[in-house]
């Protein structure tokens, strides 16, 4: 079986490509810390989470299972993300879980998410979703 990184295959003018060499995500992990346990079983990882609701907001996807069918399909989201192909993704549920775990405070806290999670909340407020997307 011949192996090689997903971010090889992508082209290196590709958007998404780009936006991996531009953004360090590191800092989304502070802010998520107070939020997540250290028992228990692995969570989702928030930059993994940030970088979804990113695509989301990028796609105009409003429904996280369509999201999640983008990414499954899109070699660039899937390098972005950090997830070889054979890896599963998250389930839709994680993503709105998530969302309602995480106080609005944490994504105030940076001035960077502040637009993507003002659109989010308003396709997702208090998780539940209130403008459809078309087809589901």
């Excluded at 996280?64 to 499954?72: H, T």
Aim: no cysteine; charged share 20%.
């Amino acid at each position: 079986m011949i192996q090689t990184s997903l971010v090889k295959l992508v082209p290196a003018h590709h958007f998404y490509r780009q936006l991996l060499k531009a953004v360090d995500f590191r800092f989304v992990r502070p802010l998520f810390e107070p939020f997540y346990s250290t028992m228990g079983r692995p969570s989702l990882d928030p930059i993994v989470f940030i970088k979804l609701q990113l695509v989301a907001h990028l796609e105009n996807i409003t429904s996280d299972r369509k999201l999640l069918e983008l990414a499954n399909l899109h070699l660039g989201i899937r390098a972005i993300l950090g997830y070889a192909l054979e890896q599963p993704l998250p389930w839709h549920s994680t993503l709105s879980r998530t969302r309602q775990r995480v106080p609005v405070s944490v994504f105030e806290a940076a001035p960077a998410a502040r637009v993507l999670f003002a659109h989010r909340r308003l396709m997702h407020p208090k998780g539940a979703r209130q403008r459809p997307y078309p087809g589901d």
